[in-house]
Structure formats: structure tokens, C-alpha cells
């Protein structure tokens, strides 16, 4: 069986949407010499000409913006943003504008644009190129905000994302890039109905993450089954709106629960996922308390030796899921075996 | 020195001079029956206006409502030249432009009372106004907010392949935010057929444009964009008119972006009926010099002049249409609110 690769996934997806609709076109910078996006849009601008494939001066508002627009016209542009950071600039396209126009309008507008944001981090890249703010983007009502961790929904859900009526943000990670799965024929889903779903079965603990996150979950799952503790991992695909149904299902069987997230903790996604179970839960559910691995409160260094202490690694999940079993129980469990 | 040389070429002299241009308008050239119309036009936003800002008074429109009664000419000379196909984009003073464009009266004056016939249902109210069917894509209360997203349609017009062409209308405070300046060199840089208006009203909230930027005439931007403007007199809906023909046109042709800044003056404090004082600002004394600027006044005097119209007929256009306005707002206050069930409705496309 042939392999998709993460960012191959999103190329064909760019593909497949410029190929068959002709509403569909493409606007942000480096796109006509797209280097640092990885292999995820090359020759795009060669395939299917520059008047599709809109190479921009560094504008983020107004090419932000001008997406939205032309979104309001019956388009279904996509939005590339290299780098995350850069898109502080396009907040009020994104959240005044796109997020707004539907429901302060009384349903008559609807921005069906799509927002991609790269988080492209390490590498000594530091404070400024390196962040990871889908968390913003979830706090707004009206936006969509996917975070893919498959190579296969890395391609479908951009798709879907694109198809759908309303504004997505849509942010994958250059670090899962290279992740391979195996292939299967593009499918066009509706946004609508995707949501959370279990990735890995297990009984003692739920770990929950999104994007990168899900890859150290699954990781640090393979980790724990060594040390004879089963973890669930739950990928969460899209973080708003969140249905955390699966989680809840999940956490009800394990009784434990890690939230993991590639950004900081203060009001962020892992804080939202553990209120969105704790408050569905009835008293005496959970196990353990619930735990949160995520970055410390602190902006991205450069030095190599201080990034690699500021990134979470599957160390750290698993010692996180560990912590949530505890001693006693795992010695018990030793005994019964 | 440079900066005393480059502050006197964008000085709006004479066009930001409430004690000229008080003359009746010179209309010659221009069709009589259309000026009527137009007059027409501009008492319906103005009474409409008034009715709204004695509403507010009354404690009845409790939105925040931004009147630009005295700025009617600029709408209505640009409208002319539009068509439903075109794509209008406003922002927090935009009752004129969504009148012009031939918007419903009895829908803006339910909507400004968040009632669920209004424009945008009941959920917008004066701020965010819509009537795509005529053209009017939207208007919004952040100050720049729609500019790049009238760009954006200018770009979906040019994919279109129609000659259909977008307008941003926004204020001299807007110049000030960087979102303009993005719009404005895309824009140029891609040859996108969208007009750029600029209702240069002087003030921006509480500041003169003196306190804001070092010079008054926000064309100048235009210029560094390599755009071509055009700067008239905003209270002469015939100049307005002749100077936005000529830029839809060529935005029309495909010969790129336009921009047009129309020199006026609101009667009105920034939000609110107030005339005596706007914000903490005393405007008095150049207020009663402005009101001498009437653009409605002035195409009634040239028309009266020409013969087109009897020298009473200006009252009576104002008598009908504030019978016509009062109808509408009695129908508006007996029109139902959204249901409650509307505040979860349409978060999402449905």
C-alpha cells in the first residue's frame, strides 16, 4: 500500500480544491517560491497559474482581509500564513470581520474563507516564530479552528475546510511534516461532523491532543504500554467549536485524564478540554485529578539546550499519565499479574 | 522646510472653507430630472436622519447612532454611477450610503430599533447595516475594518470578469490606520477595480484632522499608491457625481483603483443628535458656517434657478417625505424583536 506523507497530504488537497472548483483560489506570501512551507504547495503557482496562486506584498490585514471580501462575493479563497506569528496583524480580519459577519448580520453574510496558519517552530527561532495561538482563534464564536494530526486529515479536513460556509482557521505543524500514513482516496466530508475521535484504545488513562500534540500522545501511549499502563488517546481534530463528547466517553472508562498541548496553559486548549470533561462528569468519576502538559509561561528561547527544555516531550506525557495512575496502583497491578 | 513645502501642496484651502462654495450649484451639463431625484434622495437621508437622531433623544434607538446628516451629497453623487452588481462596503456613518444604493426605509428604520424586519434582521442595528440584493455588502463600526474586504471583492469583480467594481467609503480618521495603507497598495500593485471614498469630514471623534496628521488632504496617500484622485467639494452632489463617473469608469475599464475624497462636514456630534457639542468639542461657530454649505440647499437654489423646480417645491419634497418617514417608523415600532432564539441562531451558516 502506498504511504501520504503530513505535508504531501496538504498539497493534494490544494489540488484537488483548485482542480475542481473554480472558486477556489489561494492568497499569501512566498507563494510563487514557496520554500518555507515545506513541500506543501509546490508548483501550485505553475499548475494552476498566478492568478489563482496570489503571491502577495507582506500584508497581512489587507490580504486577510481581501480574502474575506472576496469570500462575501460566492469565493472560497485560502489564506497561507507561513508562520502563526505573522498573523497578529490579521486579527481583525479574522476575528472582527470573518468570525462576526454572519450572526451580526442576521445570517445573510456568510465569509466562507479559510485561514491557514503554520506553526513553525525550533531551530533557534525564538519568541517571535515559533508560537502556537489556535487558542485565540477557539475563544471566538463563528469561527471553525482545525488542527490536524493525520496525514490524512491534514488533506481532508483542509478540504473540508475550504467546502464549508463558514470562516476556518486551519493550522498545521511543519514538525509533523514528514508523517506518514497509509493512503486512501480523498474523501469530501462536511466540517460539521468531525470532531474528537479516539486514535488508541486504552483503560487506565485518556490522554487528549490536537495537531502535534495527538503525535506525542500516540508516543507516549507505546511508552506506558511498557510499563503496563493502557492509555486512550483522543485527537481532537477541531477545537472549536469543541464537542468533547469523546473525550467525556473516554475519561468516563479511564477515570484519569491528560490534556496536552503545544501552547501555554493559561486559558489555553489543555485548561478547556479538562473543564469541558470535569464539568460533564458527575462527582467521584475521575481517579485522579486531571493533568495539563504544555509549554511553561514563558516565550519562546533560542539557545538550543533552553529549547530543548521548553517543548514538551513524550517524557513528559508519559510521566504526566504515570502521575495520574500513581505508584500504588501500578505496584497492585504488578501483583496481580 | 521640506515638510512646510509638502504640508501647503495637500492643504485643502478653500474645499475645508465653510465661508465658500455657498453659491447654488453650477449644474450645467446636467440632467434636471436626475438633480431631482437626487434631491429627493438626500431629504430622505436627512429627514430620515433626523428622525432617528430625535429617537435617540426620545430614548427610543439605543444604539449607537452616527449621523451624517450634511455629508448626503457624497452617496448619492457616487451611487449614480453604481449598480446592484457592484459591491459597497460602509462603516459606522453609513446610513447615507446604504439610502443611496436605493435601500428600504422601513428596513433601516427597524433595524436601528433592533427589530427583527430590520436590515440585518434585528442583529446589526445602526452599525451594521446590509442590503447585498441593491449592492450594500455590509458596514461596520471598526474604524478601516471593511477597506481591505472591499479590495477583496474588488478582486472576486475582477475574477468575475464583469466589469462590476467595489467601493469603500470610510473617513479621514481611517487614513490613520495601517489597514488602508495595505488596501491601498494591493490594490494599485494588482490593478483591482475598487474605489476608494474618502468622506474627509475634518474630524475624526473628538480631533480635527490639524491634530491627527501633518497635512489635511488624505489624497495624498492616494498618490504614494500611484492611484488616481480626484479631491472635489463633498457638499456639491454634481461635482461628486462628475468626479466618480470618471473613476468608476476607468475602474470599470480595467484600468485599476480609484480614489475620491470628498471635502464635507457632519452637523451632528461623532455619535449621537447632539449639534451643540460633540464629544467635549464646541463646534458652533463653524457649524452654523457649514449648515450655509447645504448640499441640499444648494442644488434647490440651482434648480429653482434653472426653472426646474418652483420655489416652494423644496418644502413640500421635505413635508412629503417626513409624512413618508413617519409611516415607516410607526410600522417599525410595531414590528417584533428577534426571538430569543435568534441570539444562538447564525454563529454558524445554517
Redesign the interface.
Same mark, same amino acid.
Given at each position: 500500500m502506498s504511504r501520504l506523507a503530513y505535508g504531501d497530504g496538504i498539497r493534494h488537497a490544494f489540488e484537488h480544491l483548485l482542480e475542481r472548483y473554480a472558486n477556489v483560489?489561494v492568497i499569501g506570501q512566498g507563494l510563487w517560491s514557496p520554500w518555507y512551507v515545506g513541500n506543501s504547495m509546490t508548483d501550485l503557482d505553475k499548475r494552476f497559474g498566478r492568478?489563482r496562486v496570489?503571491d %502577495?506584498?507582506v500584508?497581512e490585514?489587507? #490580504? %486577510? $482581509?481581501? !480574502?474575506? =471580501?472576496?469570500?462575501? #462575493?460566492?469565493?472560497r479563497?485560502i489564506v497561507v500564513h507561513p508562520r502563526v506569528d505573522f498573523m497578529l496583524y490579521c486579527m481583525?480580519?479574522v476575528v472582527?470581520?470573518a468570525a462576526k459577519?454572519?450572526?451580526?448580520? $442576521? =445570517?445573510? !453574510?456568510?465569509p !466562507?474563507v479559510t485561514i491557514r496558519g503554520i506553526v513553525n517552530r525550533g531551530g533557534e527561532q525564538g519568541a517571535q516564530h515559533s508560537q502556537a495561538l489556535h487558542a485565540w482563534f477557539a475563544h471566538v464564536? =463563528?469561527l @471553525?479552528v482545525v488542527l490536524p494530526y493525520s496525514p490524512r486529515d491534514a488533506r481532508d479536513l483542509l478540504v473540508a475546510s475550504v467546502l #464549508?460556509?463558514?470562516p476556518v482557521v486551519y493550522v498545521d505543524d511543519r514538525w509533523l511534516y514528514g508523517l506518514e500514513e497509509d493512503a486512501a482516496p480523498i474523501a469530501e466530508r462536511d466540517l @460539521?461532523e468531525i470532531g474528537p475521535r479516539v486514535v488508541r484504545d486504552g483503560a487506565d488513562v485518556t490522554l487528549v491532543g490536537a495537531s502535534y500534540s495527538t503525535h506525542l500522545c500516540l508516543q507516549a501511549a507505546e511508552m506506558l504500554a511498557r510499563s503496563g499502563v493502557s492509555a486512550e488517546v483522543v485527537d481532537l481534530r477541531v477545537i472549536a467549536?469543541l464537542d468533547p463528547s469523546a473525550v467525556v466517553a473516554s475519561v468516563r472508562k479511564t477515570r484519569r485524564l491528560v490534556a496536552v498541548d503545544g501552547s501555554w496553559s493559561t486559558c489555553g486548549l489543555a485548561g478547556e478540554v479538562i473543564a469541558s470533561v470535569v464539568e460533564r462528569l458527575e462527582p467521584g468519576v475521575l481517579a485522579a485529578a486531571p493533568a495539563r502538559v504544555t509549554l511553561p509561561a514563558a516565550s519562546a528561547p533560542t539557545s538550543k539546550p533552553l529549547e530543548d527544555a521548553y517543548y514538551p516531550t513524550v517524557d513528559d506525557v508519559a510521566a504526566a499519565a504515570l502521575g495520574r495512575v500513581g505508584a500504588r496502583a501500578l505496584a497492585a497491578r504488578g501483583r496481580q499479574r | 522646510m521640506a515638510s512646510e513645502i509638502l504640508r501647503a501642496r495637500y492643504r485643502l484651502a478653500e474645499l475645508a472653507d465653510p465661508s465658500r462654495f455657498r453659491e447654488p450649484l453650477d449644474i450645467r451639463g446636467a440632467d434636471p430630472q436626475r438633480l431631482l431625484a437626487q434631491l429627493r434622495q438626500m431629504v430622505l437621508i436627512r429627514v430620515a436622519e433626523e428622525k432617528i437622531g430625535d429617537m435617540v433623544t426620545a430614548g427610543a434607538v439605543r444604539c449607537p447612532a452616527h449621523l451624517g446628516i450634511g455629508q448626503e451629497a457624497v452617496a448619492v453623487g457616487i451611487s449614480e454611477h453604481l449598480r446592484p452588481t457592484d459591491r459597497v462596503f460602509g462603516a459606522h456613518r453609513s446610513h447615507s450610503h446604504y439610502f443611496a444604493l436605493g435601500g428600504d426605509l422601513d428596513a433601516i428604520l427597524a433595524e436601528v430599533l433592533g427589530k427583527v424586519t430590520g436590515c440585518s434582521r434585528g442583529m446589526g442595528g445602526s452599525m451594521h447595516l446590509f442590503d447585498q440584493p441593491r449592492g450594500f455588502y455590509g458596514s461596520v463600526p471598526i474604524v478601516a475594518g471593511t477597506v481591505p474586504l472591499a479590495v477583496g471583492a474588488a478582486l472576486a469583480a475582477k475574477m468575475d470578469g464583469n466589469g462590476d467594481i467595489a467601493v469603500a467609503y470610510f473617513g479621514d480618521g481611517a487614513a490613520e490606520e495601517g489597514a488602508v495603507h495595505e488596501s491601498l497598495n494591493l490594490a494599485s500593485l494588482f490593478g483591482w477595480p475598487v474605489l476608494f471614498v474618502v468622506e474627509n469630514n475634518l474630524f475624526s471623534s473628538h480631533l480635527h484632522v490639524s491634530l491627527r496628521q501633518p497635512a489635511e488632504s488624505v489624497a495624498r496617500f492616494a498618490q504614494a499608491h500611484c492611484i488616481d484622485a480626484e479631491v472635489v467639494d463633498g457638499n456639491d452632489v454634481v461635482a461628486v457625481s462628475r468626479a466618480a463617473k470618471r473613476l468608476v469608469d476607468a475602474a470599470r475599464a480595467g484600468k485599476g483603483p480609484g480614489f475620491l475624497e470628498a471635502v464635507t462636514y457632519r452637523w451632528r456630534g461623532h455619535v449621537g443628535p447632539r449639534e451643540d457639542i460633540d464629544v467635549g468639542v464646541n463646534r458652533s461657530v463653524d457649524l452654523a458656517s457649514w449648515k450655509k454649505r447645504d448640499p441640499v440647499r444648494r442644488l434647490a437654489d440651482a434648480l429653482v434657478a434653472a426653472g426646474a423646480m418652483r420655489p416652494d417645491e423644496l418644502d413640500g419634497v421635505y413635508g412629503e417625505t417626513r409624512e413618508r418617514v413617519e409611516a415607516a417608523w410607526r410600522r417599525a415600532e410595531a414590528a417584533p424583536y428577534p426571538a430569543d432564539a435568534e441570539l444562538l441562531r447564525c454563529v454558524y451558516a445554517e
Open positions: 483560489f492568478e496570489i %502577495t506584498p500584508s490585514l489587507a #490580504c %486577510t $482581509g481581501a !480574502a474575506v =471580501g472576496a469570500s462575501l #462575493c460566492g469565493y479563497p481583525d480580519a472582527n470581520q459577519w454572519s450572526h451580526m448580520l $442576521g =445570517g445573510q !453574510a456568510h !466562507a464564536p =463563528g @471553525r #464549508c460556509d463558514d @460539521r467549536p | -
